[in-house]
């Protein structure tokens, strides 16, 4: 297993801040996942004798948690809420849509890697739902129709540039971005 020497610092530095080191295990597993996508049986060795504790103490979380994986996901993750607002908005034909335009089912990676859908829990923005986050990016109100739209862009590699689909973390910042230009120019007058 290779981590960069970034990883290996942020995980010296996390490890001693727990008055016993095996309390550190999830923070050390995130670490890993962030850098590798998944932590494999070798990883899970690694950290064990890390921390002093049995490979099975970290094998035990990775199969329990849902957000912690064996096996990485496609290179762009899409994920779809499942939850009852979302649901009762059609996050079902959502997924769904994506599935058949993205060529995969959701829970798995399709064949050549690209892209994995994952239908699941709230995705904490319940009020604009159904939300479909793309790896990072959080987009709103998607329903079926809106999924066919996103997906095509995604598959051109267009969705970034897209002024139809602006992620809630891109409206926050040039909301941002907006707001602070106004606020100096009235400092200037
Ligand atoms: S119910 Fe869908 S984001 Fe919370």
Known sequence: MELTKETLQEIDEVVPRYPDKRSAVLMVIHLIQDELGAISDETCEWIAEKL????????????????????????????VCRTLPCALRGSYATCQKLEKKLGVKEGHV???GEYSIEFMECLADCGEGPVVMVDEETYENIDEKEAGKLADLLLMGKLDDSAE??????GLLSETVTKAKKSSSKAKK
């Open 52 to 79: 002093d504790i049995e490979p099975i103490n970290v094998k035990e979380l990775i199969t329990f948690y849902p957000m912690l994986r064996e096996t990485p996901w496609g290179k762009t993750h899409v994920r």
């Open 110 to 112: 399709r064949e050549d």
């Open 165 to 170: 689909f602006v992620s809630y973390e891109k």
